[in-house]
């Protein structure tokens, strides 16, 4: 019974090595893929959230909690650190605490913050909570906010697909209109 336990702990070792060497493909794709585009952008200054206590903090449910449990935080912005470091980019972490608390269009305190989304009670701003608080970093950082970026956040989301060797951009939505079955079956 022994030597059984002992080979099922192996195949389990050996199936983790893999999924973590899948996982870490994965993520230096991604991390290649974002500071290429930065470097391309003459980007010369990347900002992260710091992302310290994330998982203590979590108040969701038990698998929202298995989820960020999985995530490897450290490794990931190490890597973005020493990726960056090799185009010339530099990388700063700064606390997100009440980013999400103020419009970054009006500057209004006087928000409502509803699960996800975000709403300005001054300008009327409906946004989700996570592209409101990245705004207000920039802005804090001194970034300009083009015309229709708040709202255009959360209405025009870029989806990036996993195909096993590189992240494949693709439209979250599409722009085009829905024929009249799909609009008919969403209204149901």
């Keep these: 019974a022994r030597v059984n336990r002992a080979k099922t702990s192996k195949n389990l070792r050996k199936l983790y090595r ?6 870490r493909h994965a993520i230096n794709a991604m991390i290649k893929t974002i500071i290429e585009d930065a470097y391309a952008l003459s980007v010369s200054e990347i900002v992260l959230g710091k992302l310290k206590g994330i998982r203590e903090s979590n108040h969701s ?15 990931i912005i190490r890597r973005i650190r020493e990726k960056a470091e090799e185009y010339g980019i530099k990388v700063a972490e700064v606390s997100e605490h009440k ?11 006087r928000v409502i913050k ?3 989304l975000f709403e300005c009670l001054d300008c009327g701003v409906e946004a ?23 709202n255009g956040a959360m ?3 870029l989806l990036l697909r996993w195909d096993g060797m590189r992240w494949e951009p693709r439209r ?15 209204r149901l």
């Design 155 to 157: 209405a025009r989301p």
């Design 128 to 150: 989700n909570r996570d592209s409101v608080g990245v705004l207000n970093i920039g802005l804090a950082w001194g970034a300009k906010l083009p015309a229709g970026a708040v």
């Design 114 to 116: 509803r699960g996800r």
């Design 18 to 23: 893999i999924r973590q060497r899948r996982f």
């Design 61 to 75: 449910n038990k698998a929202n909690a298995m989820i960020n449990n999985f995530w490897s935080f450290k490794y």
């Design 99 to 109: 980013t999400s608390s103020i419009c970054p269009r009006c500057r209004s305190g």
């Design 172 to 186: 979250a939505m599409s722009d085009q209109p829905m024929r009249t079955l799909e609009a008919r079956i969403s």
